[in-house]
Nanobody, 127 residues
């Protein structure tokens, strides 16, 4: 099982980035993929997640309207489009996989349920 993040970088406030999470070694249809982030000195927090099978999505409040999660099932890649970036979005962004096909009832935030994480990709937003 592997998840590999890419696409991070340094951008100015208001800019955009598209992060990619390339997955392999598990049944994409049977899993939900979540994007999390961790800023220095802070706990890892959920950003958004997507069900591999049907594309159902969920967003945290701070991500709603600015970030968009999507998936290419054929390639088993999950994207996170970041727009309107703010300095407080600076963090290492991780993707992880969680068995199951639901994003309801706050399940995206069940961090202990994620089986594997990628190494992360750094996003830095300058003011």
């Amino acid at each position: 099982v592997q998840l590999v993040e890419s696409g991070g970088g340094l951008v100015q406030a208001g800019g955009s980035l598209r992060l990619s999470c390339t997955t392999s070694g598990f049944s994409f249809d049977d899993y939900t993929i979540g994007w999390y982030r961790q800023a220095p000195g802070k706990e890892r927090e959920a950003v958004s997640c997507i069900v591999g099978r049907d594309g159902s999505t969920s967003y945290e409040d701070f991500a709603q309207g600015r970030f968009t999660i999507s998936a290419d099932k054929a390639k088993k890649i999950v994207y996170l489009q970041l727009t309107g970036l703010k300095p407080e979005d600076t963090a290492v962004y991780f993707c992880g996989n969680r068995a199951g096909r639901s994003v309801r009832h706050g399940t995206c935030r069940w961090i202990a349920a994620y089986e594997r994480w990628g190494q992360g990709t750094q996003v830095t937003v300058s003011s």
